[in-house]
């Protein structure tokens, strides 16, 4: 009897769980609930904007957590949770896209802060953004290439 029970119990977790995805949505959290055609959307955003080449092969970093909630040199409040970087030069407000040609992958951020501080490192990004297009999760730093956002 034992036999023909777990089948059927494993049965019915796996018909319960299969139904619970849909095709057409991706639960983010219980808040938002987000579609494959608003992924699709901001993708082809995306994929639209225009790009000039800034530095390759630039060697990159990220904040440590004791820095959330002070003040950035833009004034606004850093948060570790949001796509944003610090460079010496670029005015603030610049959109880039830092690419790890590792793996390809690559993220928008914004200029909100002056720095890094530190020699021969370029630009400074928020955990996420770091932890996006990271390949090695347990390092601290990265050679990115940084491209400029024309809008």
């Known amino acids: 009897m034992k036999k023909i029970i777990a089948p059927i119990v494993l049965l019915f ?8 995805f849909t095709s057409d949505k991706i639960i983010l959290s219980n808040k938002t609930k987000k579609t494959f055609q ?6 082809s955003a995306l994929l ?4 000039r080449p800034y530095k390759k092969a630039v060697h990159a970093s990220y904040y440590h957590d004791r820095f ?3 003040k950035t040199a833009s004034g606004k409040r850093f948060d570790n949770s949001k796509l944003t970087a610090a460079h010496k030069k670029l005015p603030f407000g610049t ?5 790890n040609p590792l793996n390809s992958k690559s ?16 630009i400074d990004l928020s955990k996420k953004a770091f932890m996006d297009i990271t390949h090695a999760k347990g390092r601290g730093y990265l050679n990115v290439n940084l491209e400029i956002i024309k809008e």
């Open 38 to 43: 608003d992924t699709l959307a901001v993708d």
């Open 48 to 51: 639209n904007l225009k790009y």
């Open 107 to 122: 993220v928008i951020v914004t200029i909100t802060d002056r720095g890094p501080f530190t020699r021969g490192r370029e």
């Open 13 to 20: 977790i796996f018909v319960f769980f299969a139904s619970s």
């Open 68 to 70: 959330n909630g002070r």
């Open 95 to 99: 959109k880039l896209r830092v690419t």
